[in-house]
């Protein structure tokens, strides 16, 4: 069983959507939630940090972590075409050594 | 706003070559880490670093790779004998401490192995 898995979709929305992102994981042990943004041959760009359960929001971004259904999801209102990238959870144990990553999921916001 | 640099962005290679990639973390953090992600494929960790010592590698981190904090500055991976399924992207992450900061990555080395 791997241990984080996401939807590598792609997942295409018109302008003004509202996306939602999601991972499960294995792991229970699992406390640090990060979702990162990805363009094409770029490093990841950290967006949002959760740590534990709970929501979390910032801007057009919410971040949401359900531990006892080991599920997060990220959630992005008002869709802009230059949301348009791959988007990556990525969750630790301890937050100091090693992150687990999805594979990512491809976001299209059309115009 | 501070950021992680990592140079080159791109290395080609001959197979059996020894190649080092540096990566330049942010000023005042004190973890750093080392990613690959294989084209299409997931980030994949490969190893954690922190005063001067490995902290935590993976599976892939086997006898053919090393790093090294040579200065302040400098933060390096060098791999020893490239073979041909070392072709990916490298990306360098570093963090400050404890508690509730996390990784920021650098834009990546792509390096191909001919």
């Known amino acids: 069983q791997k241990e984080v898995e996401q939807d590598p979709g792609p997942l295409s929305v018109p302008e003004g959507a509202i996306v939602s992102l999601n991972c499960t994981y294995s792991?229970?042990?699992?406390?640090?939630f990060m979702w990162y943004r990805q363009y094409s041959r770029k490093g990841p760009e950290l967006l949002m940090y959760?740590?534990?359960?709970g929501n979390k929001e910032d801007g057009r971004f919410t971040a949401q972590v359900d531990k006892s259904s080991k599920y997060i999801s990220l959630f992005i209102r008002d869709s802009q075409p230059s949301d348009s990238a791959t988007y990556l959870c990525?969750?630790?144990?301890?937050?100091?050594?090693?992150?687990?990553f999805g594979s990512g999921t491809k976001l299209n916001v059309k115009p | 706003e501070p950021e992680v640099t990592q140079t080159p962005s791109h290395q080609v290679t001959q197979m059996g070559q020894e190649v080092i990639l540096r990566c330049v973390p942010i000023?005042?953090?004190?973890?750093f880490y080392w990613y690959r992600q294989i084209l299409g494929q997931k980030v994949e960790f490969l190893v954690s670093?922190?005063?001067?010592?490995?902290?935590?590698k993976s599976e892939i981190f086997d006898d053919q790779f090393s790093v090294e904090r040579p200065d302040g500055s400098n933060f390096t991976l060098k791999i020893r004998s490239t073979k041909l399924e070392d072709s990916a992207m490298y990306f360098c992450?570093?963090?400050?401490?404890?508690?509730?900061?996390?990784?920021?990555f650098g834009p990546g080395t792509r390096l191909t192995v001919l």
């Open positions: 990525a969750m630790s144990v301890n937050n100091f050594n090693k992150f687990y």
């Open positions: 792991n229970s042990a699992f406390q640090y």
């Open positions: 000023s005042n953090h004190l973890y």
């Open positions: 992450a570093s963090r400050y401490r404890d508690g509730t900061d996390t990784q920021y």
């Open positions: 670093f922190y005063n001067n010592e490995i902290s935590e």
């Open positions: 959760t740590y534990s359960s």
